[in-house]
């Protein structure tokens, strides 16, 4: 992820939103690194309330 392309960041964001609503328990412990790449992805978009 650290050669990711600006003109990608937006779709991976929807990408890692879109995983992220759907990890529901007993499943809701695959949302931490989920959530994580989708913070890195609006942080380089310098979007830091996001992030």
Known sequence: M???EDDDLPHAR???A???RRCIPPC???AVPV???FA???WRQKDL???
């Open 2 to 4: 650290e050669c990711a």
């Open 14 to 16: 929807r990408l890692w």
């Open 18 to 20: 879109f995983l992220a």
């Open 28 to 30: 809701a412990d695959a």
């Open 35 to 37: 959530l994580t790449l």
């Open 40 to 42: 890195w992805v609006a």
């Open 49 to 51: 309330v996001a992030a």
